[in-house]
């Protein structure tokens, strides 16, 4: 029987994220270098491909293996692909948010309890399409679907915050290493796989790109 993967957040919800967008957020999200997600098509990864695709994934040297040749999978890949900001600044992830950081309490403070108590990304962009907010918090919410559909939501299959703490006020999005903070969550999601644990929380998307 030919294996399948399950997704913990299906790239469909990049895609209902963004088509709810205003002119207003558009405008910003380009602003951040993020415009060419606004044209995002891929609606979903089959699981028999996705499961061959995280499994060829080579995670030592960064390549997949089709049978016929062996595709590197680079930072500047990455760039090529999404067309993203790719600079110098590292994203350190915390893996324990703490709610007195800053930020981590500028950002949830938007939602309510019952929202903070099932931080799934299709939950949130529920929330989402009734706000037309286009400041700091909605960069924060872009960049949060984003980097849960396509580098890695939880093993709960909650949103990814851990890398919000490296948001800074003062920081310019598009200073931040993106394309490699992906590349290196693809290295530890396929690493910490072990194959006959069908969920895998990385970036499928990216592979199946």
């Given at each position: 029987?030919?294996?399948?993967?399950?997704?913990?957040?299906?790239?469909?919800?990049?895609?209902?994220?963004?088509?709810?967008?205003?002119?207003?957020?558009?405008?910003?999200?380009?602003?951040?270098?993020?415009?060419?997600?606004?044209?995002?098509?891929l609606?979903?990864?089959?699981?028999?491909?996705?499961y061959?695709?995280?499994?060829?994934?080579?995670?030592?040297?960064?390549?997949?293996?089709?049978?016929?040749?062996?595709?590197?999978?680079?930072?500047?890949?990455?760039?090529?692909?999404?067309?993203?900001?790719?600079?110098?600044?590292?994203?350190?992830?915390?893996l324990?948010q703490?709610?007195?950081?800053?930020?981590?309490?500028?950002?949830?403070?938007?939602?309510?309890?019952?929202?903070l108590?099932?931080?799934?990304?299709?939950?949130?962009?529920?929330?989402?399409?009734?706000?037309?907010?286009?400041?700091?918090?909605f960069?924060?919410?872009?960049?949060?679907?984003?980097?849960?559909?396509?580098?890695?939501?939880?093993?709960?299959?909650?949103?990814?915050?851990?890398?919000?703490?490296?948001?800074?006020?003062?920081?310019?999005?598009?200073?931040?290493?993106?394309?490699?903070?992906?590349?290196?969550?693809?290295?530890?999601?396929?690493?910490?796989?072990?194959?006959?644990?069908?969920?895998?929380?990385?970036?499928?998307?990216?592979?199946?790109?």
């Amino acid at each position: 029987m030919t294996e399948k993967i399950n997704i913990r957040c299906a790239v469909n919800n990049l895609k209902d994220y963004i088509k709810n967008l205003s002119k207003e957020q558009k405008k910003v999200v380009r602003e951040i270098g993020f415009g060419s997600i606004l044209s995002f098509k891929l609606h979903s990864v089959p699981r028999k491909f996705g499961y061959w695709l995280v499994k060829n994934f080579d995670a030592e040297n960064d390549e997949i293996n089709t049978g016929d040749e062996k595709i590197k999978i680079t930072a500047e890949l990455i760039q090529k692909v999404f067309q993203i900001p790719n600079g110098k600044t590292e994203i350190e992830e915390k893996l324990r948010q703490k709610e007195t950081d800053l930020i981590i309490k500028f950002w949830r403070g938007q939602f309510s309890k019952d929202i903070l108590k099932r931080m799934y990304a299709a939950n949130l962009i529920k929330y989402f399409k009734s706000k037309n907010e286009f400041g700091r918090q909605f960069k924060l919410n872009f960049l949060v679907i984003f980097l849960t559909v396509m580098a890695k939501a939880m093993k709960s299959s909650t949103v990814n915050q851990r890398f919000l703490p490296s948001m800074k006020s003062n920081k310019n999005t598009q200073d931040s290493n993106w394309c490699e903070y992906i590349l290196n969550v693809l290295r530890r999601t396929r690493r910490q796989w072990p194959g006959n644990d069908k969920l895998f929380n990385g970036p499928i998307g990216l592979l199946a790109v």
